[in-house]
């Protein structure tokens, strides 16, 4: 493979190499060798196309790499985790079918709780609705070039915290990282907006994602998360704009926005 221009110094990539030798896809895979990563990097710095076309693919990879937020600090294997996630969805069937189950009868005792029930959520159920079982993760490495951007450093700090499943810890770090990324050229209002849903900030984890460009490729997971942190917000209204976005974009989510939507439909 030939990552380099026709040039003698041999580090040059051009956009043509790039989109033909499927580049992007082997350095997330990390299948490119420290001179063609080295070459990539360079490149995309500098290139504004390629770098949207890393960010996208990115983040399409995150749709890929979603780990449950409680197995952070487990080391269960896999297939112990798989049956947790198999039972704990058995017993939320299970609790909806006694609801279901238990409803008609409650409903010729009490009739005008009944109703009023049917209307407010409890805060089991909103509890569950608004929960943020899976979070996003973040490949390390990613963006690199740090050494010479105080953006990108701050960033990177911020998101090495964030691994290590330290969501509140990250957050000054990405805040200052934010101040410092006048071009806005890294997702930092995605990633903080995560960090403040997990922290329990959901007023401020609204303000980040709301800040997500709409064609931007983290567009469809920020809506997602945006509604979980309406939810949690008890601003039903707001959820279900966000729900029914995530719902039209086909994309990962829009399976479990519409059961929500269903759900809260009459909040
Ligand atoms: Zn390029």
């Not at 001179?35 to 995309?44: G, I, K, P, R, T």
């Not at 798989?82 to 069937?93: F, G, N, P």
């Not at 953006?151 to 090495?160: D, P, R, S, V, Y």
Request: charged share 20%; aromatic share 8%; glycine share 4%.
């Amino acid at each position: 493979m030939k990552l380099s221009d026709d040039g003698d110094d041999g580090v040059n990539m051009v956009c043509r190499t790039v989109e033909e030798e499927d580049v992007i896809e082997r350095y997330l895979a990390g299948r490119l060798s420290t001179n063609e990563a080295e070459a990539f990097e360079q490149h995309y710095l500098e290139c504004q196309k390629c770098f949207a076309d890393l960010q996208l693919q990115h983040a399409t990879a995150i749709e890929l790499t979603y780990r449950p937020v409680h197995s952070l600090h487990l080391h269960r294997k896999p297939w112990a985790l798989s049956l947790q996630w198999a039972a704990a969805t058995v017993a939320v069937l299970l609790l909806v079918a006694g609801v279901l189950y238990l409803r008609p009868h409650e409903k010729t005792q009490v009739p005008a709780q009944q109703i009023a029930a049917a209307q407010r959520p409890s805060a089991a159920v909103l509890e569950q609705l608004a929960a943020v079982d899976q979070i996003p993760s973040y490949i390390p490495g990613l963006i690199r070039g740090g050494e010479t951007n105080p953006a990108l450093i701050k960033f990177q700090e911020g998101m090495t915290l964030y691994s290590a499943g330290k969501y509140a810890d990250a957050l000054a770090p990405l805040k200052q990282a934010e101040g410092l990324d006048s071009l806005q050229s890294l997702p930092i209002p995605f990633y903080l907006g995560i960090a403040y849903l997990v922290s329990g900030d959901p007023q401020e984890a609204i303000a980040q994602f709301s800040k997500v460009p709409r064609e931007n490729a983290y567009s469809e997971e920020a809506h997602w998360y945006l509604s979980k942190a309406y939810l949690k917000s008890r601003n039903f209204s707001s959820a279900r704009t966000e729900l029914q976005t995530v719902e039209s974009l086909h994309g990962a989510h829009s399976a479990a926005a519409h059961d929500i939507l269903q759900q809260i439909k009459n909040y």
